[in-house]
Structure formats: C-alpha cells, structure tokens
C-alpha cells in the first residue's frame, strides 16, 4: 500500500509472486473489506504521501463504479452481449469444449494456464491479467 505498491504495481510476476499489490480485489468487490478502511490503513501505515497512489487507485476504482452506476445502458448491453455469447456457448459444443479448457487451466498456452488455475485456487488475478489490452 507504500512505496513498493506504487513502484511494482503494474508487473505481474506471477502465482504467489505478487509482492507489490494489495491482493485485496476480491475482498473488497465482495464488500468484506470497505474502500475506507482500506485507504485508512494504507495512510496508517505509509502516511499520506507514502500510500497515494494506492488511495488514488481506490478512489478511481469508487470513481469507475459510480459512473457505470449512472450509466446504466452500459450494463444492459454488457448483459446482452453476454446473453448473446452464452447463446453461442450453448449451440456450439467445440466452443464448449475451448472454454471448459480455458477455465481448467487446459489450454497448451502457459501464462494463460497459470492465470485461469490462479484465480479458480485464489479468487484474486493480476490487474494486468484482467485487461485484455495489456496481455495482448
């Protein structure tokens, strides 16, 4: 939430390698940890200026929440979208099979692998691994 956030929290060092982030993702998304706690703890423990880019990416999470909340046709397309890809899922059984692959950690492609079994065994996933633009 210091120092080492704020230096090494764009690399993705893999599985159990993740020295530089906070982890706290799922605990949070599933409101076991509150953004203000989180951001009060990294102050206690840094102070201000030693924990800022760790509030400043809190504050963008709360920031990017509240602006899909105020747009909610964004999320009746993502939700049709998936409604439509589903559909495709369900017709085509080779498709079923790639993905059943996908999500067991099956597919011959290394980082992909480590990534799927990474978050089906801890629930959490590197940022960078979430965006697709930065894996690509």
């Not at 509150?34 to 009060?40: K, M, N, P, R």
């Not at 692998?113 to 065994?121: Q, R």
Request: hydrophobic content about 40%.
């Amino acid at each position: 939430m210091g120092r080492r956030y704020a230096g090494g929290r764009n690399t993705d060092h893999g599985p159990g390698a993740h020295k530089a982030v906070s982890v706290l993702s799922p605990y949070i998304r599933r409101r076991l940890v509150l953004e203000q706690d989180a951001v009060a703890a990294a102050i206690a423990a840094h102070g201000p200026k030693g924990a800022e880019k760790f509030v400043q990416e809190v504050i963008w999470r709360g920031y990017f929440k509240g602006w899909l909340k105020r747009r909610p046709q964004v999320w009746a397309s993502y939700m049709a979208g998936l409604e439509t890809d589903l559909a495709a899922l369900h017709r085509d059984r080779r498709l079923r099979r790639d993905v059943e692959r996908a999500m067991d950690g099956q597919t011959g492609l290394e980082c992909f692998d480590a990534w799927a079994t990474e978050l089906v065994d801890t629930g959490y996933l590197h940022n960078h691994a979430r965006i697709p633009s930065v894996t690509q």
